[in-house]
């Protein structure tokens, strides 16, 4: 984890952010293919899934932040972001006592809450490269947050769809973990 945190000159930001983004893919595919498997109820397997996706979202705030100008507009928001999954991570560890419904309620609220910071973070690195996935991903998470509540309150939820959501997430730093490297290149 040290290649990823420490004091890092501007220019190394975009290589650092290169490779939180692949670490951030593959978590994702991973976590979204054991959450598949684990089936559609809540089990010991899939309410640790659930409570470590906010938990390692934390963690990668954490580094992304290391490796900007801790005077950056980004940096805020992504405090915000280490809050929201913090308490994210205790709400769904609360949730998951209640059954699926209270999951879906509360992955919904971070979903939407946390798109909306993705997309500021995004909106303010756009110079950098790299950024339209991570804008669009904030919109589309905004959007499946929303989905996420409604589909709470019907007659069979699943949580197959929060592996969907993070795979597609997954998607979209994958995307920019390549978009940020083209960025990075000499002109």
Request: hydrophobic share 55%; glycine share 12%; net charge positive.
């Amino acid at each position: 984890m040290d290649t990823l945190v420490g004091t890092a000159a501007p220019t190394s930001v975009p290589v650092t952010l290169r490779k939180l983004y692949l670490v951030r893919f593959a978590f994702a595919a991973v976590w979204a293919a054991l959450l598949f498997a684990s089936g559609d109820s809540l089990n010991p397997l899939s309410g640790a899934l659930l409570v470590v996706y906010p938990l390692f979202d934390v963690a990668c705030a954490v580094v992304d932040a290391r490796s900007v100008n801790a005077n950056a507009g980004p940096v805020r928001g992504l405090y915000v972001n280490m809050a929201l999954s913090a308490l994210t991570g205790v709400g769904l560890a609360i949730a998951a006592a209640s059954g699926i419904p209270a999951v879906l309620r509360v992955w919904g609220a971070w979903a939407v809450t946390a798109g909306l910071v993705q997309l500021v973070v995004g909106a303010a690195r756009r110079r950098m490269g790299g950024q339209w996935p991570m804008i669009a991903g904030g919109g589309i998470s905004v959007l499946a947050g929303a989905s996420f509540v409604a589909q709470a309150g019907k007659d069979d939820p699943s949580l197959r769809n929060l592996a969907g959501y993070a795979f597609l997430g997954g998607v979209f730093f994958l995307v920019s973990a390549l978009r940020v490297k083209r960025a990075d290149k000499p002109a």
